[in-house]
Antibody, heavy 122, light 110 residues
Framework: QVTLKESGPALVKPTQTLTLTCTFS??????????VSWIRQPPGKALEWLAR???????FYSTSLKTRLTISKDTSKNQVVLTMTNVDPVDTATYYC??????????????WGQGTLVTVSS | QTVVTQEPSFSVSPGGTVTLTCGLS?????????PSWYQQTPGHAPRTLIY???TRSSGVPDRFSGSILGNKAALTITGAQADDESDYYC??????????FGGGTKLTVL
């Protein structure tokens, strides 16, 4: 059974750096075709894809946020970490991680983690 | 930047059929965009319905189907049920590692 779980601070102050961890089980991110993405959803708003890391350590970022995001993986710990610098109240959202496993299709996210709510406020 | 467009809201009668669409602010959606569809109810993580345009995810009933209709990706629900009342999101692959969600469609069953 494949599971993912997000963790991180529930409250972050503006201008600080947010660090989120996705801990997963049931697959290895060193297996060809495996990928993990981060997605967020502000309260009452739409989903937004943020970043992705692949089995071969390729990394991809949302065009609008790429200057503030860094994604990394620790294969031995089965974790993917997302950092976001200089957070603002508009970054308040539920943050999800999700797996992709099709070598030819990076656009199939399944399963998803339960999400973690991050509030940016002073 | 290209925007992925969805109807903000839609309503369907119980037992009815509804087609939600996913387009681009500029250009057409093709299978090479690997359209996928997700269902989300309040307070829950999204659930995968369709990937690769028309492949149902495991456990998804066959009344959900995906296709390309004209210049858009489409999700059709046949025989709508009350618990289909949800938000539906499409996701398109823009190439170069970038994926983009649509703004979502709030489906009401009444």
């Amino acid at each position: 059974q494949v599971t993912l779980k997000e963790s991180g601070p529930a409250l972050v102050k503006p201008t600080q750096t947010l660090t989120l961890t996705c801990t997963f089980s049931g697959f290895s991110l060193s297996t060809s075709g495996m990928r993990v993405s981060w997605i967020r959803q502000p309260p009452g708003k739409a989903l937004e894809w943020l970043a992705r890391i692949d089995w071969d350590d390729d990394k991809f970022y949302s065009t609008s946020l790429k200057t503030r995001l860094t994604i990394s993986k620790d294969t031995s710990k089965n974790q993917v970490v997302l950092t976001m610098t200089n957070v603002d109240p508009v970054d308040t959202a539920t943050y999800y991680c999700a797996r992709s496993r099709d070598y030819n299709n990076p656009n199939w996210f399944d399963p998803w983690g339960q999400g973690t709510l991050v509030t940016v406020s002073s | 930047q290209t925007v992925v467009t969805q109807e903000p809201s839609f309503s369907v009668s119980p037992g009815g059929t509804v087609t939600l669409t996913c387009g681009l602010s500029s250009g057409s959606v093709y299978t090479s965009y690997y359209p996928s569809w997700y269902q989300q109810t309040p307070g829950h993580a999204p659930r995968t319905l369709i990937y690769s345009t028309n492949t149902r995810s495991s456990g998804v009933p066959d009344r959900f189907s995906g296709s390309i209709l004209g210049n858009k990706a489409a999700l059709t629900i046949t025989g709508a049920q009350a618990d289909d009342e949800s938000d539906y999101y499409c996701l398109l692959y823009m190439g170069r590692g970038i994926s983009v969600f649509g703004g979502g469609t709030k489906l009401t069953v009444l």
